[in-house]
């Protein structure tokens, strides 16, 4: 079992950049396929940004695709979330989420792939 504690979100203007970070205690951290959700007001949990258990391969929404980066530390347990360019309607809770199961690979968009889950952190953009 894992525990993730999301850190990092604020207010930004547009155009700025935040970084988010998740550790993840336990010592089976590299086993975990992570990824980044997020849920704004009103809306449904999206799919943001997915690494595999290497942090060797990466995918992304469209709509952060070349604004957003995610990585990983595996001896540090910790996932990020560069965000640059920011927009207000990246405005939102960003969760991190972590599943030690293996599917295909789009099935890995499905927030029902990932076992564990963060709190959450806000992230509001200003324009």
């Known amino acids: 079992q894992v525990q993730l504690v999301e850190s990092g979100g604020g207010l930004v203007q547009a155009g700025g950049s935040l970084r988010l970070s998740c550790a993840a205690s336990?010592?089976?951290?590299?086993?975990?396929?992570m990824a980044w959700f997020r849920q704004a007001p009103g809306k449904e949990r999206e799919f943001v940004a997915r690494?595999?258990?290497?942090?060797?391969?990466?995918v992304y929404a469209d709509s952060v695709k070349g604004r957003f980066t995610i990585s990983r530390d595996n001896a540090a347990n910790t996932v990020y979330l560069q965000m640059n360019s920011l927009k207000p309607e990246d405005t939102a809770v960003y969760y991190c989420?972590?599943?030690?199961?293996?599917?295909?690979?789009?099935?890995?968009?499905?927030?029902?792939?990932?076992?564990?889950w963060g709190q959450g952190t806000q992230v509001t953009v200003s324009s």
């Open positions: 989420a972590g599943t030690q199961s293996s599917y295909g690979l789009s099935y890995y968009y499905n927030r029902s792939a990932y076992d564990y």
């Open positions: 336990g010592r089976t951290f590299s086993s975990y396929t």
């Open positions: 690494i595999n258990r290497r942090g060797d391969t990466t």
